[in-house]
C-alpha cells in the first residue's frame, strides 16, 4: 500500500511538474509571440519585462535569458540617445552575461553578443567602431566554432560586410555570397525545441532581394 | 490516496477563485511617471509594464502573502509585501534612482578625460591620436584643449602658467619618470609613448586627486589597453621610417609587441632643416605588453620598453659665438607591472611596481656628461566599493630615486649624484551626497629622506547638478614637488616647491554638444632661485621664489550640428607672474603667453572612406628679456599660428587592410618666433646680437602607409 501510495505521489508529482513546464512553454512561446510583433521602444520593453520575469524564475534556463537580452538589444537600436542606449544596452549584457553562465557553450549567445556589439559603436561610430567590430567578429567566429551550422552567425556576418566601406573590403558584391550561405544554413536548420532562438530567415531573404535588386540598379 | 483528491481539488478550486487586480502607479522621485516599468509578483512569471503614464493593473491569481517587485532600468528595485484578502486600493510607488555613473554628477573641475568607457568623456582615445596638430602625440593632443600655453621650442604640456616640469604622467597609476624624449636646447620633443597604446587617458590641469603627488600643476594618468581580444599584425611604412606591430592573443592572455625605426634623413632632404646635423637624427622605440586575465576580475598586465634617440650635430652657439660638435645620446627602459582585482564584492586591490632607467650621454666638443637616472616605483592602493554612495580608498607608494652625472672635462672629472626615498600615503573618499551633489576629499602625506621632512597635503572637490544637462563643480588642493634634479644635483638640502590650487569650473552637456568655462587661481611658493645659471655653488640655489597664477577658460564641442563632422574650440586666458631661477623681479615667465585659442575640426566623408582633420591655433605674444634695453622680460614676441592637417584614407591595398595617412603642419608656411637668443657680449656697436628661436624644422609633410595583416 505504502509503495502504491509513493507511487502515486512520484507520478503525481512528475504530472505536475510536466504541467508547470507546459506553463512555462506556454508562456515562452507567448512571449515570443509578442516580441515578433513589436516594433516600437514600450512594445519592447514589455517584451522584455516579460521574458525577465522569466528568467527570474528559471534561473537554470538560458533561453529566457536569451531572449530579454534580444528584446533590449532591438530596443536599443530605436533609442536615439547615447546614454540611454548604453544603459539599455548595459542590461542586455547583464543578462547575456548570466545566461552564458547557465550555458557556457551556446552558440546563440554568441551570435546575440556579436548583434548587441553594432549598437555599442552607434553610440560612437569613430571612436568605438574599430574595437566593437573586433569584438564583434571575434564573438562570431566562436559562435561558428560552437555550432557550424548556426545560420544567424552568417546572416551577421554578412550584414558586417555589407555595411563596412568598399574600400576596406566591405560592400553589397562581398555580402551576397553571405547571405547565400546564411539563407542555405536556415533551409536546413531545425531549432532544439520551440522556444530556442530561430529568427533571421526572414530579414537574410529580405536582405538578399534588395541587394540583388541594388546591384541590378547598377 | 483521499490526500491527494484533496490536494488536487484545492489546486483546481484556488484557479476557480475570481481574479484580483492591484492597481497603482509608478513614479521617480520628481513625480514623474516611470514609464516601462516590470511589476510583477515574486517567483512568478505573471507580470505587467506600467504605461505612459506610469499606471499599472497587475492581476493577482494566488492567495497569501505576495510579494510585489517593480523594477526599471536606472532604479533600485521596489519590494512590496502584502496580503490577498486586502490589497491596496491604489498604490502609489516611488522609484528610488540609482546613483549611475552616467546621470550622476560627476566632479569635472580641472579635468578632461578621454577614452570610449563612458559617452561623458570630452575627447575618445580616438580623437587624441587623431588630432592634427598633435601629430600622433598625446601631449601636442592635450595642448589642443584648454589650460595649456603654446610653447614650441619645448614640445612639453606647459599647464596654466606652470613649468613642465609641473606636470606628471603615470602609467596604470605608476610614475613614468622620463615621459619624453631627452631634448637638446631649442629643439621640440615628443612624448615617448604612442596614444594607440592607451584605452583611457585622463588629463588634470589642477586640483587632481590625492592618489597623485609631487606634481606642482598637473598630471596626466594614463590606461594602457586590456586584455586583447583579436590576433592582429601591421606593418607601416613611413616617409619618416619604418614600423611593425604583433598581438597575439590566447584565452586568457594576449601579448603585443611594437617597434619603430625612425630617421629624418629624407626628411631633412626634402624639408630642409635648421639645424647641421652631421648624421641624421635616428630613433628607436620598442614596447611589448603581456596581459593575463586571473580568475574572474583580475587582470595582470606588465609593460616593457626601450628607446634609443641619437643626434650628432655642429652647434652655432649663438650666445657664445663658436661653433660645436654636439651628440646626444638618450637611451631609457622603462617597464612596469600592475595587477588588478576584486578581493570581494567590496575591496578592490591594486599594486604595482614600476622600473625606469635613462642614461643620456651628451659630448659637447671636449667635454663628455653622462647621467643617469634610476627609479623605482612601488604602489599598493585598496579600494572600498561600500555602496553606491560611498566609496573611500587609501594607499601607500614608495619612490627610489637615483640620480649619477658625470662630467668629464679634459683637465678634470666632476661627478654630481644623490638619492632619494619618497614615501607618499594617501587617503580618499567619494561621497555622493545624491545624484545631484558629489563630494570628494582626502589627503596625501609626503615623507622624502633627502628634504628630510614630512608634508601634508589636502584635496577637497565637488560637484553640484544644476539642470538636466548643467553642473557646477570645484577643487582645492595643495601640492608639493622636489626642486629638479639640476639642481638637486649641487645641492641636496633644498626644500619643496608648494602650490594650491582653487579651480570653479560650469559644464553644460547635452547629447554631443558640450561647453565648458573653468576659472582658477594658483599660488606658488618656496620655488626655486639661483644666483647665477649653472652655478656649482650649492650656496647659489635657495626656495625664495614665490608666483601667482589665474585665468579663464572655455571650451566648446559640437559633434551634432554638421554632418559626420566635430569640431571644438579652446580658448585658454592666463595670467601668470612669479620670481624663479634667476629671475630679478616677479614677472610673467617667458614660456607664458596670456591668450591661447586652439580649434579642430574633424570630418568623416564615407564616400571617400576618409577622414580629415584641420586644427588651426594661435598664442599671443610671449615675454623675453633684450639686455640691449633697460628692464626685465620687457620685451615681447610676434603672435604665434599655427594650421595643421591630415588624411587618413582607410583602403584595401595586397588583399588585406590598409590606412593611409598624411600629416601636414604649418600649412602656411610661416615662420613662427618663440624669443630670442642673445649673445653673451656685446658686439662692436656696443650692441648684444640676437638670433631668432623658431622650429629646425618649420614645415613638415609626413606619409604613413599601414597595412594590417
Known amino acids: ?218 | 490516496m483521499r490526500f491527494l483528491v484533496f490536494i488536487l481539488l484545492s489546486l483546481i478550486t484556488s484557479s476557480l477563485v475570481a481574479q484580483l487586480s492591484l492597481k497603482g502607479r509608478v513614479l521617480d522621485m520628481k513625480h514623474k511617471p516611470v514609464i516601462g516599468a516590470n511589476v510583477y509578483l515574486k517567483g512568478s512569471y505573471e507580470g505587467t509594464t506600467s504605461d505612459l503614464e506610469g499606471y499599472f493593473e497587475l492581476l493577482i491569481n494566488s492567495k497569501g502573502i505576495q510579494e510585489l517587485k517593480i523594477s526599471s532600468i536606472g532604479f533600485h528595485v521596489f519590494s512590496y509585501s502584502f496580503h490577498s484578502d486586502s490589497i491596496p486600493d491604489e498604490l502609489k510607488v516611488h522609484l528610488k534612482e540609482k546613483i549611475n555613473e552616467l546621470e550622476s554628477v560627476v566632479i569635472t573641475a580641472g579635468t578632461f578625460e578621454a577614452g570610449d568607457k563612458k559617452q561623458s568623456m570630452v575627447l575618445s582615445a580616438f580623437d587624441v591620436a587623431s588630432t592634427a596638430s598633435a601629430q600622433g602625440d598625446i601631449y601636442g593632443a592635450f595642448n589642443s584643449v584648454p589650460g595649456t600655453q603654446k610653447v614650441g621650442e619645448e614640445g612639453r604640456l606647459f599647464v596654466r602658467g606652470g613649468e613642465s616640469y609641473e606636470t606628471k604622467t603615470f602609467m596604470d597609476g605608476l610614475l613614468i619618470a622620463n615621459p619624453f624624449y631627452s631634448q637638446l636646447a631649442n629643439i621640440p620633443t615628443r612624448g615617448r609613448f604612442s596614444p594607440l597604446l592607451f584605452e583611457g587617458m585622463l588629463f588634470s590641469t589642477g586640483g587632481y586627486s590625492a592618489e597623485y603627488g609631487q606634481a606642482l600643476s598637473s598630471i596626466i594618468a594614463l590606461k594602457t589597453t586590456g586584455l586583447q581580444l583579436e590576433d592582429k599584425r601591421s606593418l607601416s611604412l613611413m616617409s619618416v621610417g619604418a614600423g611593425f606591430s604583433e598581438v597575439k592573443t590566447w584565452r586568457r592572455s594576449s601579448v603585443s609587441f611594437t617597434g619603430d625605426y625612425i630617421n629624418s634623413a629624407f626628411h631633412n632632404k626634402m624639408f630642409g632643416s635648421g639645424l647641421d646635423w652631421q648624421s641624421d637624427p635616428k630613433l628607436i622605440n620598442s614596447t611589448l605588453m603581456f596581459r593575463h586575465k586571473v580568475g574572474e576580475s583580475g587582470l595582470v598586465k606588465t609593460f616593457a620598453s626601450f628607446q634609443l634617440n641619437q643626434m650628432d650635430m655642429r652647434y652655432h652657439n649663438f650666445s657664445e659665438q663658436v661653433e660645436q660638435n654636439l651628440i646626444l645620446d638618450d637611451r631609457n627602459v622603462y617597464a612596469n607591472t600592475s595587477f588588478t582585482d576584486m578581493l570581494n564584492e567590496k575591496w578592490m586591490f591594486q599594486g604595482g611596481i614600476a622600473y625606469a632607467y635613462n642614461v643620456d650621454r651628451l659630448d659637447l666638443d671636449e667635454m663628455a656628461m653622462r647621467t643617469t637616472n634610476n627609479g623605482q616605483h612601488l604602489k599598493f592602493k585598496a579600494t572600498h566599493l561600500g555602496n553606491a554612495r560611498f566609496k573611500w580608498k587609501a594607499g601607500v607608494e614608495w619612490y627610489a630615486h637615483h640620480y649619477n652625472q658625470s662630467i668629464n672635462l679634459p683637465s678634470e672629472q666632476v661627478i654630481l649624484q644623490y638619492g632619494n626615498n619618497q614615501l607618499g600615503t594617501f587617503v580618499e573618499a567619494d561621497w555622493q551626497i545624491s545624484p545631484k551633489l558629489a563630494l570628494r576629499f582626502g589627503g596625501r602625506s609626503e615623507y622624502s629622506s633627502l628634504i628630510g621632512q614630512s608634508q601634508f597635503s589636502p584635496r577637497l572637490s565637488g560637484a553640484f547638478k544644476t539642470g538636466q544637462n548643467s553642473q557646477v563643480s570645484f577643487a582645492y588642493g595643495t601640492f608639493f614637488q622636489n626642486p629638479q634634479e639640476d639642481y638637486l644635483k649641487v645641492n641636496p638640502n633644498l626644500q619643496t616647491e608648494r602650490s594650491s590650487h582653487y579651480i570653479l569650473n560650469y559644464q553644460y552637456k547635452h547629447e554631443n554638444k558640450l561647453f565648458r568655462v573653468e576659472v582658477y587661481n594658483k599660488t606658488y611658493s618656496q620655488l626655486l632661485t639661483f644666483d647665477t645659471p649653472f652655478s656649482m655653488k650649492p650656496e647659489a640655489y635657495h626656495n625664495n621664489g614665490y608666483g601667482s597664477s589665474q585665468g579663464l577658460e572655455l571650451f566648446w564641442r559640437d559633434g551634432d550640428t554638421f554632418k559626420n563632422t566635430d569640431y571644438w574650440i579652446s580658448y585658454s586666458y592666463n595670467d601668470s607672474k612669479r620670481l624663479y631661477r634667476d629671475y630679478p623681479v616677479e614677472t610673467t615667465p617667458a614660456y607664458a603667453s596670456a591668450h591661447n585659442l586652439s580649434l579642430v575640426w574633424k570630418r568623416f566623408v564615407p564616400a571617400l572612406s576618409s577622414f580629415f582633420c584641420v586644427t588651426y591655433a594661435v598664442a599671443s605674444p610671449r615675454p623675453y628679456h633684450d639686455p640691449n634695453l633697460s628692464g626685465y622680460m620687457q620685451s615681447r614676441t610676434n603672435f604665434y599660428h599655427d594650421i595643421s592637417l591630415n588624411a587618413t584614407y582607410l583602403t584595401h591595398m595586397l588583399n588585406t587592410e590598409a590606412v593611409i595617412h598624411l600629416m601636414v603642419n604649418n600649412v602656411t608656411g610661416r615662420t613662427n618666433i618663440y624669443g630670442y637668443e642673445f649673445s653673451s657680449t656685446q658686439n662692436k656697436n656696443g650692441v648684444y646680437d640676437r638670433k631668432a628661436i623658431v622650429s629646425p624644422i618649420r614645415q613638415q609633410a609626413v606619409l604613413v602607409l599601414m597595412l594590417m595583416f
Not at chain 1, 506556454?26 to 522584455?48: C, F, P
Not at chain 1, 530567415?201 to 529580405?206: D, F, L
Open chain 1, 1 to 218: 500500500m505504502m509503495k502504491v501510495f509513493l507511487i502515486s505521489i512520484g507520478v503525481f508529482i512528475s504530472l505536475f511538474s510536466r504541467a508547470n513546464d507546459d506553463v512555462y512553454l506556454q508562456k515562452m512561446q507567448q512571449s515570443i509571440e509578442q516580441l515578433n510583433r513589436s516594433s516600437t521602444i514600450v512594445h519592447y520593453q514589455t517584451s522584455a519585462n516579460a521574458f525577465e520575469r522569466i528568467s527570474r524564475v528559471e534561473s537554470d534556463k538560458w533561453q529566457p535569458m536569451y531572449y530579454t537580452a534580444y528584446s533590449y538589444v532591438l530596443m536599443s537600436f530605436q533609442i536615439s540617445d547615447g546614454d540611454e542606449k548604453d544603459k539599455v544596452l548595459d542590461r542586455a549584457q547583464e543578462w547575456i552575461d548570466t545566461a552564458q553562465k547557465v550555458a557556457p557553450d551556446e552558440s546563440e549567445l554568441y551570435v546575440l553578443q556579436a548583434f548587441l556589439y553594432p549598437s555599442r559603436i552607434m553610440v560612437d561610430p569613430v571612436g568605438r567602431g574599430m574595437k566593437y567590430m573586433g569584438m564583434a567578429n571575434k564573438a562570431l567566429a566562436q559562435a561558428k566554432q560552437l555550432n557550424p551550422d548556426n545560420p544567424r552567425a552568417y546572416y551577421l556576418e554578412a550584414t558586417f560586410i555589407q555595411n563596412m566601406p568598399a574600400a576596406m573590403g566591405g560592400g553589397i558584391e562581398k555580402a551576397v555570397p553571405l547571405y547565400k550561405l546564411a539563407l542555405e544554413k536556415f533551409q536546413h536548420f531545425v531549432p532544439d525545441s520551440v522556444i530556442d532562438p530561430n529568427w533571421g530567415k526572414q530579414v537574410t531573404q529580405e536582405a538578399l532581394r534588395k541587394a540583388n535588386d541594388e546591384m541590378a540598379m547598377e
